[in-house]
Nanobody, 117 residues
Framework: QVQLVESGGGLVQAGGSLRLSCAASGSIFSFFIIGWYRQAPGKQRELVADISNAGNTNYLDSVKGRFTISRDNAKNTVYLQMNSLKPDDTAVYYC???????????WGQGTQVTVSS
């Protein structure tokens, strides 16, 4: 069992920055691939970025060069640094942890990011 708690969302003007944090507890953090997803009103949830236990990363094309995902296994925390934010980035951002042992997936409660134009 893994518990995930996101923080760092908020309201920011276009061009601004936010850093999201996802703190995990309850299991061996390094055995999980951690991803940040987002869901805007009326749209499907989409993968924004993920990072493996080895530090390999993947990004949604529209955020490449603006967002950076990182993890600190000692602190059981994953970060999403978001720069040059655009109104289209407005969404609820969710942290996801997927076990590399049994592929069970866990979700956080989400944090709202709103980018004003």
């Amino acid at each position: 069992q893994v518990q995930l708690v996101e923080s760092g969302g908020g309201l920011v003007q276009a061009g601004g920055s936010l850093r999201l944090s996802c703190a995990a507890s309850g299991s061996i953090f390094s055995f999980f691939i951690i991803g940040w997803y987002r869901q805007a009103p009326g749209k499907q949830r989409e993968l924004v970025a993920d990072i493996s236990n080895a530090g390999n990363t993947n990004y949604l094309d529209s955020v490449k060069g603006r967002f950076t995902i990182s993890r600190d296994n000692a602190k059981n925390t994953v970060y999403l640094q978001m720069n040059s934010l655009k109104p289209d980035d407005t969404a609820v951002y969710y942290c996801n942890a997927k076990s590399i042992v049994n592929y069970i997936s866990y979700w956080g409660q989400g944090t709202q990011v709103t980018v004003s134009s």
